[in-house]
């Protein structure tokens, strides 16, 4: 087949910084490339220079980048708009963020087209509707009519992937599409692209630090690292026999690891209890009669696809929503439902971590502003005293002092996180929930907070509760994990009892969509009709 897109000798700068050194590779159609490596490795950079674009401050300093015979390093501004209208789509990370919630899910995909004069505005919700149908999802006409908030993430995804179509593409950029989603979601979305690639005939950048998914979605991989080239491949020859001593070790982070079975017994009451609550917000309940307890030293994992009430109820733990029923105990003291009435010993001794630091740090706060008031307020601290703990802190979550005096824009994802961590620790927590908190983190500095986590566990005697989807995680971190969905615990106990013996169809279904780098995995699981659309909680709103 011809060569789509090249690649050549592509060095990408932000001032003196190289972002991208040297990078080269050939793209045909009907093929998709896997674009791998961790937070910062240019991968992203790289994809969008293959659609002839360069976030503010970048700028290409040698190479070319050729689509269809055009060198996009030198088209005009014109060209590339035409360029992008008509042969090239982008799938971002985020469909929530990249959706306006004003304008309804139909008039917004096929707003584009619309203003280039592919469709007439009469038109746009048959076309909306039909594609809606083509992707699978829910009452087509309806999902047209929804705004993106009545959605849920994998029919948001959907949704942008069908905005992504409309201009029949001859290349799509998938760019981290299932970071975000629960496994049962990411295996709909990733059949649902895959689907896409074969019938459109089009080639495909695909990028993603998740090497399993990469490895059943792409005919080869590209391995970056710091912008640099490590290796490149068939993708099998990658899984099987990387060459690269980094390649290896990404390879060799997804094979699984041992249960922990030695979970911590409770000498009396258990550290933290959550006693047949039920949660809601406004007047929809959310959270029926939920019950959930952990001991002192004990991680439990909450596990379930998006909606099923995970962080419902840490939130209520937590005291972040107040629960319709029931009660929270800890130590065995009965807790206030509202975070506002509890004593400030209760609040101390039960902190939050975010998935997101970015949200979750004030932008114009140096960390040292960050770390600060929480020792203030709980410790009392000031002065020496003061600048002591916080270096402490910092040497507690391995990050160097002199970040103390720095943004969190000037921080990576896992620096940032480590700071969240910090900031919990000022106040000595009994209980640390986190919520999602690796999410959005590449798998080596994924490893190297949970390990953060488990010596601080260790050395703080502290429970955690660890909110989230990733099975991997959980089978090699929890001690003890609890299933739910639609708000509903299916099931709870030891995670190696769980994960060998689940008694529950739902268990059943979310173990066996945990992806793997197995050759045709995801084909095992199409033809067993593990894929395809399923109730969501929001496809009655």
Request: proline fraction near 4%; aromatic fraction near 6%; charge should be neutral.
């Amino acid at each position: 087949m011809t060569t789509f897109l090249r690649v050549s000798d592509l060095t990408v700068k932000a001032k003196d910084n190289f972002i991208l050194d040297g990078i080269s590779f050939e793209l045909e159609k009907g093929k998709v490339l896997g674009l791998i490596g961790e937070s910062g490795a240019g991968k992203s950079t790289l994809a969008l220079a293959a659609i002839g674009y360069l976030k503010p401050g970048l700028e290409i300093s040698s190479g070319s980048v050729v689509l269809d015979d055009n060198d996009l390093t030198i088209a005009s501004d014109s060209a590339l708009r035409q360029l992008r209208q008509s042969k090239v789509a982008y799938v971002a990370q985020s469909a929530a963020a990249s959706f306006n919630p004003f304008f309804r899910l139909g008039y917004q995909v096929t707003e584009l087209v619309i203003l280039s004069g592919f469709i007439e505005k009469s038109d746009r919700y048959k076309v909306a509707t039909d594609l809606f149908a083509r992707l699978q999802l829910p009452s087509p006409k309806v999902f047209a009519r929804k705004y993106p908030h009545q959605a849920s993430g994998g029919q948001l995804q959907r949704a942008m992937i069908a905005m992504a179509l409309l201009n029949d593409p001859d290349l799509i950029v998938f760019d981290e599409p299932t970071t975000a989603l629960d496994v049962t979601t990411q295996l709909d979305v990733l059949s649902v692209i895959r689907q896409v690639v074969a019938e459109q005939g089009c080639a495909a950048l695909y990028v993603s630090h998740d090497l399993a998914v990469v490895s059943q979605m792409c005919d080869s991989i590209l391995v970056l690292r710091h912008g640099k080239m490590v290796e490149m491949n068939a993708t099998r020859s990658i899984i099987d026999q990387p060459q690269d001593s980094y390649t290896r070790s990404l390879v060799a982070h997804r094979k699984v690891g041992d249960f922990l079975t030695d979970t911590p017994q409770a000498d009396d009451a258990p550290l933290i209890s959550a006693e047949n609550i039920t949660l809601g917000y406004g007047k929809v309940q959310i959270v029926p009669n939920a019950s959930i307890a952990l001991n002192e030293n004990e991680i439990l994992a909450i596990v379930g696809e998006s909606g099923s009430g995970k962080t419902t109820v840490a939130r209520a733990i937590a005291g972040l929503l107040e629960p319709w029923s029931g009660t929270i105990k800890l130590r065995g003291t009965t807790l206030q439902g509202n975070v506002d009435n509890r004593s400030q010993n209760h609040r101390q001794h039960i902190q939050f971590i975010h998935q997101l630091p970015d949200v979750a740090l004030n932008p114009r706060q140096t960390i040292r502003t960050a770390l600060m008031r929480p020792l203030q307020v709980f410790k009392g601290l000031d002065g020496a005293a003061l600048n002591t703990r916080l270096n402490a802190l910092m040497d507690e979550v391995e990050l160097p002092r002199d970040l103390l005096g720095r943004y969190p824009g000037a921080l990576s994802g896992g620096q940032k996180q480590r700071v969240c961590i910090a900031r919990c620790l000022a106040a000595e927590p009994d209980l640390l929930i986190c919520d999602e908190v690796t999410a959005a983190l590449d798998p080596l500095v994924e490893d190297s907070i949970l390990a953060l986590l488990w010596r601080l566990k260790e050395e703080h005697r502290m429970a955690i509760i660890f909110i989230t989807h990733n099975l991997g995680v959980t089978r090699r971190f929890a001690h003890s994990v609890t299933i739910m969905e639609h708000g509903k615990i299916v099931e709870s106990g030891p995670t190696a009892q769980i994960f060998a013996d689940p008694q529950q169809a739902y268990t059943c279904r979310l173990l066996a969509s945990e992806p793997s780098t197995d050759a045709g995995w995801i084909n095992a699981r199409e033809l067993s009709g593990a894929t395809g659309p399923r109730k969501h909680r929001h496809d009655s709103l």
